[in-house]
Structure formats: C-alpha cells, structure tokens
C-alpha cells in the first residue's frame, strides 16, 4: 500500500518539492539580507542600549515584506489541503478505480490510513520546513518588534503551521470523500479552511488559557496611542490599544467612572465638536482632550508573551485533535457507506 | 465433507438495497454453489451491478443477508483475497503503466502469481510501459481481468466485462477468462444484457429483471424444468397447481405457454415441446417487464423483441 500510495503521489509530491524549494530559496535570501542589514543599522550605534531609533528604523523596513510572507506560509496547509488532501479520495471516487484497488487484498480501513499517514506527513514536511525557515529568516526583526504573538505572525511562526497543515490535509480528505467530486472538493476545502483561519485567531485562541485583565486609564496621552477611535455605528470604542509585553485579545468600550459605557452623543460630540483648546497634539488632538476630561477607562483583556509557547503548543494540539476527528469521521463514513 | 468447506459461493436472503426511494435490488434470494461460472443476466438497470458491488463490498445492503464465501462481503484482507473483481468499465489508474499495475498487485496481495500475470500480459500483447490510460477498451479489460486473476481468488466476478468490447475483442476476452477459470480452479459469476454473451460459458444462471431474481438455478436443470405447451386457443386457461406459466401467447387458432415444473411434466393432451435457454430467458424477462410497466404479456413481449 505504500508503494502504491508512493506512486499516485509522486507527480502532486514533485510539484511539492519544487515549490518548497522556491520559498526555501526566498527565505535563505532573505534571511541572509535581514541579518546584513540588522549588521548595518546595528554599526551605526556604539552600544545595543542607544540604538532604539535605528533597530525601529530595521523593523520597519521589514514590517510589510513579513506581513506579506506570513500570508504566504498560511497559504500552504491551504494549498496542501486543496491539491493534496481534497484529490486523495475524490479522484477515485470520481474516476471508478475505487473498485479497483477495493478489490485488491487491502482493507479500505488499511488503504485510507496509509494515504492519510504518507500524503498527511508529508504536507506536514513542507508546511514545518517553511515555516522553519520564516522564522529563522525574520527572527532578528521578530525580536527588534517583539510582535510576534500577534494575531497574523502567530501562524506563520514554528510549530503551528505543521498543525495547519495537517487540519487542511485531512479536511480536504474528508470533502473529498463527502463530495465524490476532485474540483468543487478542492473549492470546497480552501473556503473552509480560510473560514476556520479566520475564526480560529480571532474567536478561539484568545480563550486557550483565561486572559488576564486590566484597567487601562483614557488619558490624552492613552488615547493617542490608539489606532483608531469610533466606529461606523458610532459606538465608543478604541481599536489598537497595546500592552507591553501582551497580546491584546479584547478592549471594552470606553467607559465612564461608574463603567457604564460613555453615552454616545457625548462621544459624537467630543468627535465632530471638541471644543478648541489650540495646544492640542498627537493624531486625535482636541478630540483625545475632549474624552479625557470625562474621566474615561477601557477594560483590556489580554494574554502575556511569556504564554507564547504555551499558546503554540494549545493550538497545535486544537489543530491536531480536530484533525483526528475528522479523520476518524472519515474512517466511519467509509466503512458505513463506502461508495 | 468438513464444514468450512460446504458454504456456497453466493448466499443471500432478503437482500435489498435502495438509493433513496429507488429500489435498486428487492428481496433477493441465492444460493450459489461453489465450483460453477454463473450467468447473471438481465436489461440494463435491473441491478445487476448492484448485485455485484453488494458481493464486492463496495456498497452496503439497506436490508437482508448476504454471504460471499461464508463470510459478509470483503470482510477482512484475507476475504478480500478470495474474491477476484473486474468491475464495470473495468477501471485502470490511467497514469500507470502496465507493469506499474502489476506491481501494485504484487503488492497488494499476498497471494499474487507473478508468472502467472507475466505469462498472460504477454500472451494478450500488452506492452509493460504502456500507460494504461492509453490501452484500448479490450486492452484494458485483459488487464483489468488479469489483475483480478493473478491475485488467484476462489471467486472471480465480472460486471459486464465484455459490454465495451467489439466482438473480435469479446471473444478473445470470454476465452481468456474461461482459461482462467479453468486454470485458477476458481468460481466465477458474470454479468451481462445479453445472453449471448454468457450463454456459451456459464452452468448455472441467475435471471435479474426489474430489481427482482426471476429464476436461477443449474443450467442442466432449468432446461429440464422449462417446457412450451401448445394447445388449441383457450385450453391453456386451467392447469393444474403445480404448472408455472411464465409466458402465455395467443394466436388465433392456437395458445403457446413457456411454463415451469418442478418434478415431471403432468401428464397432458398438448404437444409438449423443450424450450432454449433464450426462449425461457426472454419470457422471464417479458413477465417481468409486464408486471413493472403493467401491461399486457403480448405487448411485453413485442416490446422486449
């Protein structure tokens, strides 16, 4: 069986090989150049201490290439899953030579799990091997920033991409096997895997481990820093607070002394008609002057860096366990209704 | 003789299976000794590929027993040695070749007889390197059968395993595979719409009409059981209990019945005549196609002429 799963998988592994050999490539290159030019900004500063402003101007360069590459390598366990994981069954299925190799001496039991072993470790392979090198390649710009907890880096950094890989391949598999048919299986998968890598970051992980909580003042200075202020239904929220050393995964509304939220039509206000105060700086000037004067707050929920290998670890093992019922799923449904 | 010797090839009681509210196979009921080359015949759409792939294990029953060799149907590695199957089409992996087939038998089975697959690639033309996606239609089913054969199964079936074939191609093939037959020792069960096809083989047939088994049993003794009756117009009307009328045709002076009797043929004033394995197969299947479209048995039989 595994001669005959080596030799339907060898062309879709070719492709593979090339193409992790093309991003392995890339993120030699790359990882060469961050560190020459991490030498060069660093040779412009007597000691480590006083070269804040150069290191920053380091990160920065790098900031947008890496956001891009970390799209990139959570594009893979996606493209693993769509032309690795979601042909494996639905092609025989598809063409009939399920009654074929059903006729041999081979379980179907024994004949799925040596395909998903092989293709599913091999998906793995290439997903851990990019991710690998991504993180070796942007590991001084990683410490410069010190961001890399934070939502998008979080998978494309490590180990957790091999548990991507790995979910997508068997999830492929299993839509494969539902639907019987290789391309809708292979739309199919992709749509529910960006699904799921949308709410995996965003709904889940922040409530892998309790999150810690505080209390954040709204001060002129606290205001400033945020990202962005109000929203389109003109609640009074805050977006892109941060926390040293912290993940932030929720930021309240921002509240008044007794915590109720601020009355909207005081936030509007404050918005559109603050009252001119002329020595006003910072992005959001009279309108942060205004909204301090209410004495407002924000509750922060947030998750420290010291938990980041505990949070690779839980959502590797998310990954995996959700990658094993599905597998076990499949296994069912193929005994139960084979064809 | 020692008991797990004694199951029969094919055994089923009440085997029914449905595709949502299509009845595919209803009620069916076998008992196939093991050591014939079966017929199984009837229309396209009758089940029997749904027979077949029940017998396969490649599909699952929604009621009733069946048993393949004793056992459930492909119901461990060693079971599924024992069964040899070409399905219909006969499905290849277009991207292997020919000896990369081969190869994944000989992987696949323990039992497999290499010199024995060599010896019959070789006797049918086949080139090792060709990819199988480019073999024609009869190529490809000596492959499939060659396959099926060499892993030396006790039971080898076929669904319509001649159906692409041209008749050139047909018949090099229904040779080949009763030399397999012979030379394996092994059971076999074949599918066709025709009876021309198995006719020339088979010892034992099994007639599917309509999701329903007709009749099945020993060629010898179907022959020996089956008579036409031809009797003046309106004399036929009233036999006696144990006379099975399977197909009554009227013409103006004189009334024709293919019938069926267990023991001796009673007694009867009418001309008695034997009856071919075509004329009792066509009557089973005209019977058939009057109950399933409700009309009468002269027009059935137009219909299936």
């Known amino acids: 069986m595994i001669w005959t799963t080596w030799r339907q998988f060898r062309g879709q592994a070719l492709v593979g090989v090339i193409g992790l050999a093309l991003i392995a490539a890339y993120f030699l290159y790359l990882g060469f150049d961050i560190r020459e030019s991490y030498d060069n900004y660093r040779a412009q500063c007597a000691s480590l201490a006083d070269c804040g402003p150069q290191l920053s101007q380091f990160s920065a360069d790098y900031e947008n290439t890496l956001l891009y590459l970390a799209a990139l390598l959570g594009l893979i366990p996606g493209l693993v899953g769509m032309f690795w994981g979601a042909p494996l069954v639905a092609r025989e299925l598809e063409a009939g030579t399920q009654r074929l190799v059903w006729s041999q001496s081979v379980t179907r039991r024994h004949w799925l799990a040596v395909k998903l072993a092989l293709v599913g470790l091999a998906s793995m392979v290439v997903a851990g091997a990019a991710s690998l090198l991504l993180t070796w390649a942007a590991s001084p710009v990683d410490q410069v920033a010190d961001n890399r907890f934070s939502t998008i880096l979080f998978g494309a950094r490590n180990i957790a991409p091999i548990a991507y890989a790995a979910f997508a391949f068997v999830l492929g598999t299993l839509i494969g096997l539902l639907v019987r048919r290789t391309v809708p299986a292979m739309a199919l998968t992709i749509l529910a895997f960006v699904v799921f890598q949308f709410l995996v970051p965003n709904v889940i992980r922040p409530h892998f481990l309790p999150a810690e909580h505080l209390t954040m003042p709204m001060t002129v200075q606290a205001i400033n820093q945020a990202r962005s202020l109000g929203s389109i239904t003109g609640a009074p929220v805050v977006k892109g607070l941060t926390v040293p050393d912290a993940w932030v995964t929720d930021v309240s509304e921002l509240l008044t002394k007794t915590g109720e939220p601020l009355d909207e039509g005081i936030f509007n206000e404050c918005f559109t008609n603050a009252p001119e105060t002329g020595t006003a700086e910072g992005p959001y000037g009279d309108t942060a002057v205004c909204l301090a004067k209410h004495d407002v707050h924000v509750e922060i929920a947030y998750q420290p860096t010291s938990r980041y290998w505990s949070f690779q670890w839980l959502e590797s093992a998310f990954y995996l366990v959700l990658a094993g019922l599905l597998a076990g799923f499949g296994f069912w449904r193929l005994q139960r209704r084979p064809s | ?305």
């Open chain 2, 1 to 305: 003789m020692p008991q797990e010797n004694s199951y029969p090839a094919l055994q089923a009681e009440g085997l029914t299976k449905q595709y949502g509210k299509r009845l595919a196979l209803a009620d069916c009921n076998l008992n196939v000794p093991r050591g014939r080359v079966v017929g199984l015949v009837g229309p396209n759409g009758a089940g029997k590929s749904t027979l077949l792939n029940l017998a396969c294990g490649l599909i699952t029953p929604t009621a009733g027993m069946l048993r393949v060799l004793g056992s459930p149907p492909a119901a461990n590695a060693a079971h599924l040695a024992k069964v040899g199957f070409v399905a219909q089409d006969t499905p290849v992996y277009g991207t292997f070749t020919v000896a990369d087939h081969l190869r994944m038998g000989a992987k696949l089975n323990p039992s497999w007889d290499q010199s024995l697959a060599d010896r019959r690639i070789a006797q049918v033309g086949l080139n090792l390197k060709q990819k199988a996606g480019r073999l024609s239609g009869g190529q490809r089913a000596q492959l499939a059968l060659t396959i099926a054969a060499a892993k030396r199964p006790e039971l080898l079936i076929f669904d319509e395993p001649a159906a692409a074939l041209d008749p050139l191609a047909r018949d090099g093939f229904m040779q080949n595979l009763m030399e397999f037959v012979a030379e394996l020792g092994a059971s076999a069960i074949l599918s066709s719409h025709l009876l021309s096809d198995v006719e020339r083989v088979c010892d034992y047939l099994i007639v599917l009409c309509a999701s329903r088994v007709q009749v099945a049993g020993e060629v010898k003794d179907l022959l020996a059981q089956h008579h036409r009756l031809v009797a003046p117009r309106g004399e036929l009307d009233r036999l006696p209990a144990e006379v099975e009328v399977i197909r009554m045709q009227h013409t103006d002076q004189y009334s024709r019945a293919v019938v069926r009797v267990a023991g001796a043929l009673p007694r009867t004033p009418w001309s008695v005549e034997p009856v071919s394995l075509e004329e009792m197969v066509l009557s089973y299947m005209t019977r058939a196609a009057g109950v399933s479209a409700g009309l009468t048995d002269a027009m059935a039989g137009e219909a299936v002429r």
